[in-house]
């Protein structure tokens, strides 16, 4: 079985900066994708950046320039840091791995629960 989890969410004013990380745990062999997508109150999921394992990444236009996305292959893990936040970037965090691969099986997606991020004053 393969768990993601996120860290790093919370309350940050119009203009700060947060780092969201992202843990896997399973006895994984590679990830193919890994990113993070969020969800506003009342809207739709929506990409916000991705990496693949041979460092293509992939940003909404909304957050480039803004975020960065990394990864540790090596640990199968992401990062996203984020600054000049905006309240419009106010949603819950939801880490994503794609294709991962595992000794006995490959799963196409998993899914972290997610982390709140609020941005206000």
């Known amino acids: 079985q393969v768990q993601l989890a996120e860290f790093g969410g919370g309350l940050v004013q119009p203009g700060g900066s947060l780092r969201l990380s992202c843990a896997s745990a399973?006895?994984?062999?590679?990830?193919?994708?890994m990113g993070w997508y969020r969800q506003a109150p009342g809207k739709e999921r929506e990409l916000v950046a991705t990496?693949?394992?041979?460092?293509?990444?992939t940003y909404a236009d909304s957050v480039k320039g803004r975020f960065t996305i990394s990864r540790d292959n090596g640990r199968n893990t992401v990062y996203l840091q984020m600054i000049s936040l905006k309240p419009e970037d106010t949603a819950v965090y939801f880490c994503?791995?794609?294709?991962?691969?595992?000794?006995?099986?490959?799963?196409?997606?998993?899914w972290g629960k997610g982390t709140p991020v609020t941005v206000s004053s």
């Open positions: 994503y791995a794609g294709e991962v691969v595992t000794r006995i099986h490959t799963f196409l997606e998993v």
């Open positions: 990496e693949t394992i041979d460092e293509m990444t």
């Open positions: 399973g006895s994984i062999d590679s990830i193919r994708v």
